[in-house]
């Protein structure tokens, strides 16, 4: 199966530009179309657990307990509509902005059963690069980055937990040259998650300028939810995210834009969460895309088995002997 992978850039400049048409968006036989028509309970809070595979050949890139919290506080105030800079919402957007009702924890069982802090730590030569594939034409056998006996972390099942790896993708001067990928549902499960470098995850040091705020991981889990980019996949006004308010753009934004901006015969809606703006410029998901991502949830939708292994709504599962979650 081909790796259905989506990424956020870091630098600005004509190399990268160029290189939107290597590296973009791709997902090699997995066209979007409409999620399924049923949802899970609209009140209902999904909680995600997490294992995160910090791999790492210097001092600074074995990133702290602490920043990684930061990172699950983020993701959390993200996804519950409880980011301070919410208020930045223009007017007209203001209607449109929505709780996604998806929370992450930190996994507190293996899938052993075996009791953990849901962190692990590789010291290691691979590093982000090692599982990047946007083409899908590198077998998953030789993408290191997810094999503990290539020196990278093998993943924990993708139907009970989601799968973070930090792990730095310097270009040639040592600077972040990718701050992360993802996969959408459908991946193969030995590569299904998210990959981070530590400059953009969390909001402690080290940090690299315009991802000081926590947000790739939120537009990378974003696309792990099935979102694409608000912009589509291509530049154009008839692309589409398949999601009915998410206003067409012609463009992708970059950097920090004075509101407001227009293609398409009307206002961008940049300051979404799965645009390519600075962290410190993104701030929403909308009602639409709420609908996309707990729909993938429902049955018929791409982590219908992930969501049943880990809904509170069945209890067995939720405290049994091998729940990620922690219990009384």
């Known amino acids: 199966m081909p790796q259905l992978y989506c990424s956020r850039f870091y630098k600005i400049s004509l190399t990268l530009l160029l290189s939107y048409a290597v590296w973009g968006c791709r997902k090699p036989h997995h066209e979007p179309g409409p999620p399924p028509i049923t949802s899970i309970p609209e009140d209902e809070i999904v909680h995600i657990p997490v294992v995160v595979h910090v791999l790492y050949?210097?001092?600074s890139f074995n990133i702290s307990d602490e920043k990684i919290q930061t990172q699950l506080r983020v993701l959390n105030e993200d996804f519950r509509k409880k980011n301070a800079d919410l208020s930045k919402t223009p007017a007209e957007f203001a209607g449109l902005t929505a709780d996604a009702g998806i929370e992450f924890v930190l996994a507190t069982k293996d899938p052993n059963g075996n009791p953990t802090n849901g962190i692990i730590r590789v010291l290691t030569q691979v590093d982000g690069w090692n599982g990047n594939n946007p083409s899908g034409s590198i077998p998953i056998a030789d993408l290191t980055l997810f094999h503990t006996a290539q020196g990278g972390s093998d993943a924990w099942p993708s139907d009970h937990y989601l799968n973070i790896w930090v792990?730095?993708?310097?270009d040639r001067n040592g600077a972040m040259g990718l701050a992360g990928y993802s996969s959408y549902p459908g991946a193969d499960a030995q590569v299904d998650g998210v990959v981070i470098d530590p400059r953009a995850f969390g909001t402690l040091v080290p940090l690299s300028p315009g991802h000081l705020l926590g947000r790739t991981a939120t537009h990378e889990i974003g696309h792990w939810l099935n979102l694409l980019h608000i912009f589509?996949?291509?530049?154009?006004?008839?692309?589409?995210?398949?999601?009915?308010?998410?206003?067409?753009?012609?463009?992708?934004?970059?950097?920090i834009p004075v509101y407001p901006q227009f293609s398409c015969g009307h206002s961008n809606m940049f300051m979404n969460f799965m645009d390519y703006v600075d962290d410190e410029a993104m701030y929403l998901f909308t009602k639409g895309q709420r609908e996309r991502m707990r729909k993938t949830f429902a049955t018929g939708g791409g982590r219908n088995k992930f969501y049943l292994n880990v809904s509170e709504k069945s209890m067995d599962k939720a405290n049994g002997p091998n729940s990620p979650f922690q219990t009384p």
């Open 57 to 59: 050949n210097k001092a």
């Open 167 to 170: 792990a730095e993708m310097s």
């Open 232 to 255: 589509g996949e291509s530049d154009n006004c008839t692309s589409t995210d398949f999601v009915d308010d998410t206003p067409s753009t012609a463009t992708r934004y970059l950097g």
